[in-house]
């Protein structure tokens, strides 16, 4: 099946940098990426949908220019924390759709994950 | 608009029993719904989806689903539980052809051996 992969899986930062995620889709293209959090033990919370070539959509509530998201390729989509803090800590997924192919027109393929610890 | 409802937070089995995670959906469109399956601190994996094709879907790892319009269900059920299948279970909605997906809060799966 289709793979997307993110980097890093894990990071730590100290409050006030920033942190970049990518979100890369091995083996096929996607025009529309997406971006969740997640929250210990509990569910995916939809942040944004990245489009290449234009700007994201971003959900409600979620800051913008907090959570930057950049979707340069058609197999990378990358989302910078921005002046981080501890209350940003958490999991972040990534999931991209193929949108040509025999896959599935609205199946969403999902990256492991990046943990995000900010002390 | 739509919404997923997943029914129960946790669930509890004994090894070799069957098992039973409970969906109930809203959707002024027609649905395409999704079952996946998350083990701590991974990602999530498909487990099946329904997309207005057979009503009675087949997944891996031994589970199936079926889409119940009139009651609006995509209950997912396994006959025999595996002390493999701990873990969180997210259900998911989206309008057909479209864009964005609903998660369900998810449900823990608990099996005793």
């Known amino acids: 099946g289709a793979v997307v992969s993110q980097h890093p899986s894990w990071v730590i930062c100290k409050s006030g940098t920033s942190v970049k995620i990518e979100c890369r889709s091995l083996?096929?293209?996607?025009?529309?990426m997406f971006w969740y959090r997640q929250f210990p033990k509990q569910s995916l919370m939809l942040m944004a949908t990245s489009n290449e070539g234009s700007k994201a959509t971003y959900e409600q509530g979620v800051e913008k220019d907090k959570f930057l998201i950049n979707h340069a390729s058609l197999t990378l989509s990358t989302l910078t924390v921005t002046s981080a803090h501890p209350e940003d800590s958490s999991f972040y997924i990534c999931?991209?759709?193929?949108?040509?192919?025999?896959?599935?027109?609205?199946?969403?393929?999902f990256g492991p994950g990046t943990r995000l610890t900010v002390l | 608009a739509q919404s997923v409802t997943q029914l129960d937070s946790h669930v509890s089995v004994s090894e070799g029993t069957p098992v039973l995670l409970r969906c109930n959906y809203s959707?002024?469109?027609?649905?395409?719904l999704f079952w996946y399956v998350q083990h701590p601190n991974k990602g999530l994996q498909l487990l099946l989806k329904y997309t207005s094709a057979a009503t009675l879907v087949k997944g891996i790892n031994g589970f199936e689903a079926e889409f119940k319009k009139s009651e609006t269900s995509f209950h997912l059920t396994k006959p025999s539980a595996h002390m493999s299948d701990a873990a969180e279970y997210f259900c998911?909605?989206?309008?057909?052809?479209?864009?964005?997906?609903?998660f369900g809060a998810g449900t823990r799966l608990f099996v005793k051996a």
């Open positions: 083996d096929f293209q996607a025009t529309t």
């Open positions: 959707s002024s469109y027609s649905p395409s």
């Open positions: 999931s991209a759709r193929e949108d040509i192919g025999s896959r599935g027109y609205n199946e969403q393929f």
């Open positions: 998911v909605v989206s309008k057909t052809g479209g864009f964005k997906t609903i």
